[in-house]
């Protein structure tokens, strides 16, 4: 992809998410996010918004997450969280250095694609609440399996003790023509890209349904899994860890 996809990306989704939301019952509960309803939801994703300009600017990781719309209209707060990020991020150059939570990319271009399948991710979720979901672009869901593999499950593995699989397992994930090896343990995960011929189970789906059972945002019905299903488990079970 492009790294201009990724900003078209954000803002394509965040608009969507406001003007999708904006008629609805904000207290309308999200099925993918248990206990949440869509009104929370959007407050975080503004939070989130706010707080990665707040990074962006003092080049460190912020204290403060949580933030309040200061009029209490979460809609129309989020349209502004929405457009003051987009401006920010798009106003530098993506291989702008800019500090970050991954050691690998160190640029503004991280954020640009972060964003975009945080927003994404989000806006499966909106939808979710009042019913089916919208289409995601083959491509970039097929980018997005990659950022939750390569970046949150190695970065993140075994967050706060949870995830952490009694044994190595090694699991194959095909997402269309995208492939990936991937090795957890007790103490480590490990994703490269090639499917392994050794695999205690393979995860295969077209980028989509993949993209989306990588995030919890669809069940064990949206792929199919070859050999084991507990090591397919023991993977979901790493990457809710890794993304909660």
């Known amino acids: 992809m492009e790294p201009s996809d990724f900003l078209a990306r954000l803002r394509a989704e965040s608009a969507h998410i406001a003007a999708f939301a904006a008629d609805r019952d904000l207290g309308a509960p999200v099925p993918t996010c248990p206990g949440m309803n869509v009104g929370d939801l959007v407050r975080h994703l503004g939070s989130v918004y706010l707080a990665v300009i707040d990074w962006v600017h003092a080049q460190s990781r912020p204290d403060d997450w949580d933030r309040t719309p200061p009029d209490g209209d979460v809609i129309r707060w989020f349209r502004a969280c929405a457009a003051e990020l987009h401006d920010e991020l798009s106003r530098r150059p993506v291989d ?97 890209s090639e499917l392994p011929d050794d695999a205690d189970a393979v995860v295969i789906g077209d980028p989509v349904p993949v993209y989306l059972w990588l995030w919890g945002r669809r069940g064990d019905d949206a792929v199919r899994v070859r050999g084991d299903r507990a090591a397919a488990d023991d993977l979901r079970a790493a990457l809710a860890a890794a993304t909660d």
């Open 96 to 192: 702008e250095p800019c500090d970050t939570w991954s050691p690998d990319d160190r640029t503004i271009g991280f954020w640009w694609r972060r964003m975009a399948h945080e927003t994404t991710v989000h806006r499966v979720d909106v939808e979710a609440a009042y019913g089916p979901i919208g289409p995601v672009d083959a491509e970039f869901a097929a980018d997005g399996a990659d950022e939750v593999l390569s970046l949150y499950l190695v970065r993140r593995f075994g967050r706060r003790d949870r995830g952490r699989p009694a044994a190595v397992r090694t699991v194959g994930v095909a997402a269309g023509s995208r492939v990936w090896r991937v090795t957890i343990g007790p103490a480590s995960a490990e994703v490269i």
